[in-house]
Each structure stands twice: as C-alpha cells, then as structure tokens.
C-alpha cells in the first residue's frame, strides 16, 4: 500500500505541478490529459484536483507511518485506514466515469492514480490491526523510510525527465 500511495502522489504532484505552472502535461500517445485539464472538472472548489490527490496520498502515507509507529489505537487507526482508502477509491472512480461519460478523454496520470488507489483499495482489507506484530515496529519505520527515500530519488529523477521532454 506504501509503494502505491507513493506511486500515486508522484502522478498527483505531477499533475499539481502541471496544473499550476500551466506547462504542457507529458501524456503518452494522446493528449487526453490536456483535455482533461482544459475541463470544468479539473477544479473543485476553486482548487486545482491534483491538490485533493497529493493531499490524499501524503495523508494516507502518514497513516501507514502512524500505524507502525504507535501501539495505542492500532483499531481506530486501521479503520482510518480502511476509511480513507474508501474514499480515494471514490474519487478516483468518480473521475474516471467523468472522463468516459463527460469529458470523452482520458488523462494517463489520472489513470495511474486510479490504479493506485484501487491497489490500496484492495489491500487495505487484508491488512489488520493486530496487537502482536510479527514485524516490530522499528523494522516497519525503517522500510517505509526506505521505501521514501527510494522514492524520493526515483521521483526527482522522473519529475526532471518530464520536465525536459517538452
């Protein structure tokens, strides 16, 4: 779920990026992204949507973050966790219907964030909230900092090759 949300902020933040610089967004074979841009959708409530993604994923990161590092609470955390998987899924189907049905063309970055979320979506059941972790909690700490770091790296390097594709 970790690789997932991070897969899923790195297409956000794109997005975000793109949204608010206003530089042309690398869509693969179509540009179905900058039509999806050009759309009455591509703001809610005044805001650019990418925002509402990376907030979702970053939030949704601290909580597996939370969730390895403290013993209290570990079920009103899983459901949290259950809960805000629930509604980025939503989200991200509610787009892509949007997409199909109003819009008549897809963003590829959109598409990545609902791959994202439906990987989240249906992993967040089989994870559980067990008071005898297997893994102890530092472990868990130190692989998701590892995983960000990974990331981070992997991130900057992809933000500056789309960045110098156009």
Known sequence: ????????????????????SGAPIVCGLHSGCETVRASVWAKQFGLPRPLFGVLFYTFFYGLLVARAATAAHKKRLL??????????FAESVELFFIQWLSIKAFCLWCLTSLAATLIIFSCVWMDRADES??????????RLFMLLCGFAVLAGIGFWILLRIH
């Open 79 to 88: 459901q949290l966790t259950q809960l805000t998987a629930i509604l980025g």
């Open 1 to 20: 779920m970790a690789a997932a949300a991070l897969l899923g902020l790195f297409a956000s933040s794109y997005l975000l990026y793109t949204y608010v």
């Open 133 to 142: 972790k297997e893994t102890p909690a530092q472990a868990e700490l130190q």
